[in-house]
């Protein structure tokens, strides 16, 4: 299913998350997650192509690869009554 602005993602240890390209396109700003964590979607599909999501977590704006975030589901939780 894809992500979209305003989902809540799980983002697993042991990814590497970015802040922010130089000119050239290489990567700048960049931290490796030694635990997992959860972040909100700002922009999925950043730059309309299916690589990178813009994702707000750790206090910040980073770049997430696109196969490093899951969605966070709730389960439902069903009554009998």
């Known amino acids: 299913m894809t992500l979209k602005t305003g989902d809540l993602v799980y983002l697993p240890s042991e990814i590497m998350i970015f802040g922010s390209f130089d000119d050239s396109g290489m990567i700048r700003n960049w931290v490796n997650l030694d635990k997992p964590s959860y972040g909100l ?3 999925a599909n950043w730059g309309g192509e299916n690589i990178y999501h813009k994702v707000y977590t750790k206090g910040s704006n980073w770049f997430v690869r696109t196969i490093d975030a899951f969605r966070s ?7 009998n009554d």
């Open 73 to 79: 589901y709730e389960k439902e939780n069903k009554r």
């Open 41 to 43: 979607v700002i922009e």
